[in-house]
């Protein structure tokens, strides 16, 4: 069963309309969706489990919502990690590839802290929103083609809500750009026959003619960082250009 954990979060989503029309909405709607009962299993199993390392943790267990609102810069991930994000109930936290991740948007100007732990450990974006192509972490990190078509429903409904603010989409990974672009073309925007790869870039316009960039990275997994196939040089360069491209947003004091 999921933990205690934010457990006002989850009794209140019930009441949520199913026209969602802010990202706070959303994200309460994410929380409750219990799409993918596969998924949904997995995450409770882990948070009952749990690692031995985080034994004493209150496991989120559940799906995780996007972090961040107005945002110019909106990442995509894949999936939370079981026992990163899974366990932290934050996008990108609680592992490796959150630690990647953030120190570099704090470098960047885009995070107020270097490392990001807990939802409640006072970190904060500017103009930056971090969402996934699936909200719940999957079994050996692999979601299915049905999951990750069935979680691509929310990716849609958060296009929607951000499309008018967002000046650069930045897919972390193939999986991710593969979501991102299926997901423009479906909700009738212009997509290019661009390739993924690290600093890749894909001119993309929506029905309202405003072209917003498609900008690839390499995901911070361990696969990529501990190999050299991402350096912390290569992720900072991507995101100096989202910023340019974004028109630099403010930095976060």
């Known amino acids: 069963m999921p933990s205690k954990h934010g457990s006002a979060l989850w009794a209140s989503c019930g009441s949520i309309s199913a026209e969602v029309r802010t990202l706070a909405a959303l994200d309460r709607e ?45 990442i995509v991930g894949l999936a939370p990690a079981a026992h990163g994000a899974n366990r932290t109930g934050r996008m990108f936290t609680g592992d490796r590839s959150g630690d990647w991740l953030f120190a570099a948007l704090h470098r960047a100007g885009l995070a107020a802290l270097p490392t990001s732990t807990s939802r409640d450990d006072g970190q904060r974006l500017s103009g930056v929103r971090i969402t996934a192509a699936v909200h719940c972490a ?72 405003r072209p917003v960039t498609v900008l690839g990275s390499y995901h911070p997994s361990q696969q990529n960082t501990f190999t050299g196939r991402l350096t912390e040089a290569m992720l900072d360069e991507v995101l100096a250009r989202a910023c340019e491209l974004a028109g630099s947003p403010a930095r976060t004091s």
Do not use: M
């Not at 799409?35 to 409770?44: M, N, T």
């Not at 990974?173 to 997901?183: D, F």
């Open 138 to 209: 999957p079994p050996a990190n692999k979601p299915t083609t049905e999951e990750r078509a069935e979680c691509g429903h929310w990716l849609r409904e958060e296009l929607g809500i951000v499309q008018d603010r967002v000046r650069v989409i930045l897919p972390l990974g193939g999986i991710a750009w593969s979501a991102v672009s299926s997901t423009l073309r479906q909700e009738g925007w212009r997509v290019p026959a661009v390739r993924f790869g690290h600093g890749a870039e894909a001119e993309v316009v929506p029905e309202s003619g």
């Open 30 to 74: 994410i929380v409750a969706c219990r799409r993918c009962p596969r998924l949904i299993s997995w995450c409770e199993e882990v948070a009952a489990t749990k690692r031995a390392a985080y034994r004493d943790d209150d496991y989120w267990g559940r799906p995780v919502p996007g972090l961040g609102d107005d945002p110019r810069i909106w």
